[in-house]
């Protein structure tokens, strides 16, 4: 069992968490099962999140696992349909679906150090650049369209949106991605003004820089050694270290808690050991 932040009781809630097969998100859906809530993992990898919820079953908690893909309507309304029978109304969504591609990814930082054969910015495979924006946006849009409707008729609930630092401030070589993260932290806040009057409360967290399945080969050369990228974050970033995804948790429970964030709606909350708040001298 992980060691939680701090004792808080989601007993009897409904979770359900988008991109639950991976890194972050995982373990934001085996912290709400360990703290009481009853867990609906989604992910378009169906063996992770099944993985996941036998993991969750040994421990004693309540974690089922669906494939779900948050870009088909028909088919997540057909998950709701599921997680409505196992588990009931849902109470806290937390959309935790995106990602990069490397189609939306230029090879170098700047474009008058670009060398032959290097993908530019002129390069950049425009369905490579909609898929990010799909994933990131519509996969945050659509979950909520799906699963805020059992918020609105019970007349409470809470969504967290997962943006990012590249929200604040773009980082070089992933336009798509860090457009689309803003994108996030915009529709938050909209979210948040839209269902003001509903007791549903939206807010978002933005994570530093984590190490997961889709950049460890950005920040790690082969033989586990930092790359220079990896190293130009460290610098940056006056903790100078990575964010560990059990470190979100208590930014996560803080925002979804009734009764601690209950005046709390519309707020992208950093959680990236200072990176936000260094200039850089």
């Known amino acids: 069992m992980m060691d939680l932040p701090y004792n808080v009781s989601f007993k009897d809630k409904v979770v359900v968490v988008t991109g639950a097969g991976g890194v972050l998100c995982s373990t934001m859906a ?7 809530a009853k867990v609906a993992a989604l992910d378009l990898n169906e063996d992770a999140v099944k993985k996941l919820e036998a993991e969750c079953a040994a421990e004693g908690f309540t974690l089922k696992g669906y494939k779900a893909n948050v870009l088909e309507t028909e088919a997540l309304e057909a998950v709701h349909a599921q ?5 009931g109304p849902c109470d806290i969504l937390v959309n935790g679906a995106g990602g990069n591609n490397p189609r939306a990814t230029t090879d170098n930082e700047y474009q008058h150090e670009a060398l032959e054969g290097q993908k530019t910015f002129f390069d ?3 369905s490579g650049v909609d898929f990010v924006f799909k994933l990131n946006f519509q996969g945050t849009l659509i979950p909520t369209q799906v699963f805020a409707k059992d918020m609105v008729d019970a007349k409470h609930g809470c969504i967290l949106n997962i943006s990012s630092m590249n929200a604040y401030t773009p980082l070089t070589k992933i336009p798509a991605y860090s457009g689309a993260k803003a994108a996030i932290s ?3 806040q909209w979210l948040a003004t839209h269902f003001a009057g509903t007791g549903i409360r939206c807010n978002a967290i933005a994570p530093g820089f984590l190490v997961s399945n889709q950049n460890r080969a950005l920040l790690f050369n082969a033989d586990g050694t930092p790359t220079a990228r990896s190293n130009k974050i460290l610098t940056g970033t006056p903790m100078h270290r990575f964010v560990d995804s059990e470190e979100l948790l208590g930014g996560v429970f803080f925002l979804c808690d009734d009764k601690a964030a209950s005046a709390i709606t519309g707020v992208v909350l950093p959680i990236d050991a200072g990176f936000a708040a260094y200039s850089g001298v």
């Open 124 to 126: 950049l495979d425009s």
């Open 186 to 188: 915009n529709f938050t």
């Open 30 to 36: 085996r912290a709400f099962a360990q703290a009481g």
């Open 83 to 87: 997680v409505l029978k196992d588990l």
